[in-house]
C-alpha cells in the first residue's frame, strides 16, 4: 500500500500535523493552542501559495 | 515577557525522577507522557498527529537515514536525519525491525515521505519537551 499525493496534497497534511503539535506545545490555555494551531496553519498556506505562485511567475 | 523568561531561567532542575519517566515515555510513545500526565486530550492529539505523519511518510515510500561519515554535508544530513528518525520511538523501532525501511528512491513523493519521516520525530522531540515543563511544574 502506497500514497501517492499531488505537491500540493503532501503539503497539505504537513500543515496540517505541523500545526497541530504547533498550536499543542506553544500555548497554555486550550483557545491560545487552537487560536496558534490555526494562525500556523493559515501561514504555511499562505506560504504555500506565495511560494507556489513566486515559482510560476519567475519560471516565465 | 522577558521578565518572565528570565524568572523561568532561574527555576531550579526539578529532580530527575519526576520528569525522566514521563519524557522517556514521550519518546517511546508519542504523546504517551502526556497520557501519563493526566493530559489526555493532548496527548491524544498529539499521538494522532505525529503518528500520522510518520505513517503517512512510510506510505510515501519515504528513506529510513543511516549515520554515513564523509565531507562535512553528508556526515550532516545523514546523522541529523538519522537522529530525527530514531526521536519517533517505537515507530521508528518497529519500522526497523519489521523490514519497512525502505532504500531511497528518486521522485518527489519518495523525497516528501522521508521528510514527513524526519519531522514526525522532530515534532516528538517538541513534544517532549513539553513533557518536561509539565512534569517540571512550569507549565499546565
Redesign the interface.
Known sequence: ?????S?FE??F??SL??S???G??TK?TDRERLQYGAYVFVCFMVALFGIGWAMQLGHG | MAKENEEKAKQPMPSIGAWAPAVALGWLIPGGGHLLLKRTGRGVLLGVAITGMFVCGLLMRGAMFQPQSGDLLTTLINTGGFIGDVCSGILYLLTSWLGYAQPDLAGAVHDYGTKFLVTAGLLNVLAMVDVFEIAAGRKD
Open positions: 500500500m502506497t500514497m501517492n499525493l505537491h503532501a503539503a497534511l504537513f500535523f505541523t497541530v503539535v504547533m499543542i506545545v497554555s
